[in-house]
């Protein structure tokens, strides 16, 4: 898709419109038709999140999309994302090629959040992944998208959004890729890319590398696998003046298959996704470094395979790690957090980060708390909590933060180990 900004008003040129329109502004006309008119005709609701779809131009045969917008849309970037992306599926569904979002008839025509919204909703809501298809649908690339405001003061923010949208459908792109195809050595080889695309240094260790750091419990994981693990560093220098960096850690397990606690087929076909997380720092700091911002930035990825071998590691293992903990094996399942667990003590001995976010699926207990509605995250520092939280607010995450209480630590605890890594049930 080609999405430009403009203040001109031609419309004659396009097929399709995106008319977002404020729920208490139903007295005004759309391309000629009364709005008022469509909500006494039931085709409309004077309410937040309603859609409606209707034909105008001389021979009725211009798409247009009426987006109802109140407060509670307004106020949510979540929801500004979903009405506007649900608007273009509507029209990309009809076959539109020249589209326009229209902000003549909403009071938040200047404001930046609702402009960026859209330009990011249909950048994103067009995504499919069909690149295994031998028939694709061509027509997404060739639409266009034209952004109708007053006056040329959108320019960044839109030049944000595409940053944002494009390292998104990057990550969306990784996670997306089948286990046979990305493997840890592949991931590291589109790190690099990435990294001479958008301005970020990388180093790629291998097995030797993992090893002489004392890294157990991760190539504990990996040691089943043929794949050789890859500890990929990213690095992003923006600041100089600061001796603040910020530390990203994703889990990278491109393919999970339990271990010797082996998942039922059903379970096993999603899990070339068991490194979104990685994919997420990727993008981030892919983003981070392609909008040069003025901040320092280090991403690390323990990335590998857990399979089955006769080199597998075993459920009653005892095994080291990186920070001289010893941890007892009671599930080969519960892998994230024994790499995650030297991944972790790396960026923070080696790479001297003041902070760490660490982003993994991980685990399924944490969808009995939020469903598929929210991340669940923890946190042992509330001030460094309460800048993600604001940030997980202006991009439309929803986030429920869990406590750490004093008695969450004993079950971790293992008589014959510092740690177990599946405290009580032995199914993570």
């Known amino acids: 898709m080609i999405l430009n900004l403009t203040t001109k008003k031609n419309i004659d040129k396009y097929d399709g419109f995106i008319i977002p329109l404020e729920a208490s502004h139903t007295a005004v006309e759309v391309q000629g038709i009364s709005v008022r008119k469509l909500i006494e005709n039931n085709k409309l609701k004077a309410k937040g999140g309603s859609l409606c779809h209707i034909t105008v131009g001389k021979d009725g045969l211009v798409d247009a999309v009426i987006a109802v917008f109140d407060d509670k849309y307004l106020s949510s970037y979540r929801k500004l994302l979903s009405l506007f992306g649900d608007a273009f599926k509507t029209l990309e569904k009809n076959k539109a090629k020249n589209i326009a979002v229209d902000f003549e008839h909403i009071s938040a025509y200047e404001d930046e959040t609702t402009v960026k919204a859209a330009a990011e909703a249909m950048l994103m809501a067009g995504y499919k992944f069909d690149d295994f298809k031998t028939k694709k649908d061509c027509s997404k690339s060739e639409l266009n998208a034209d952004l109708i405001v007053n006056e040329n003061k959108f320019d960044g923010i ?11 459908l990057k990550a969306r792109e990784l996670v997306n890729l089948p286990a046979n195809l990305l493997t840890p050595s592949t991931l590291a080889d589109k ?9 970020f240094e990388t180093k790629i260790n291998g097995i030797d590398e993992i090893k002489d750091l004392g890294m157990e419990a991760y190539m504990s994981v990996a040691k089943a696998s043929d794949e050789e693990p890859k500890l990929i560093v990213m690095r992003y220098n923006g600041n100089s003046e600061s001796n603040e960096r910020l530390g990203l850690v994703g889990k990278g397990l491109t393919y999970d298959s339990g271990g010797l606690s082996i998942k039922s087929t059903k379970g096993m076909v999603d899990m070339k996704g068991d490194m979104a997380g990685s994919a997420a720092v990727i993008g981030a700091i892919s983003a981070v470094a392609a909008m040069k911002l003025k901040v320092n930035v280090t991403a690390v990825v323990a990335a590998c395979e857990n399979m089955i071998s006769g080199r597998s590691y075993r459920p009653g293992d005892i095994i080291g790690s990186m920070g001289g903990k010893s941890v007892f094996v009671g599930n080969t399942d519960a892998e994230g957090r024994l790499t995650l667990i030297d991944a972790m003590h790396y960026i923070v001995t080696r790479e001297k980060v003041t902070r760490v976010l660490d982003i993994a699926t991980l685990t399924g207990a944490a969808l009995k708390c939020g469903g598929n509605a929210a991340s669940i995250a923890i946190s042992n520092d509330d001030g460094f909590y309460a800048k993600a939280e604001d940030s997980f607010m202006l991009s439309g995450e929803q986030v429920i933060r869990m406590p750490i209480l004093d008695e969450f630590r004993e079950p971790i605890k293992h008589e014959h180990a510092d740690l177990t890594n599946i405290a009580g049930d032995p199914e993570p």
């Not at 790190?191 to 958008?198: C, S």
């Open 158 to 168: 839109v030049q944000e959004a595409k940053v944002l949208s494009a390292m998104n």
């Open 191 to 199: 790190v690099e890319e990435l990294g001479k695309q958008n301005g």
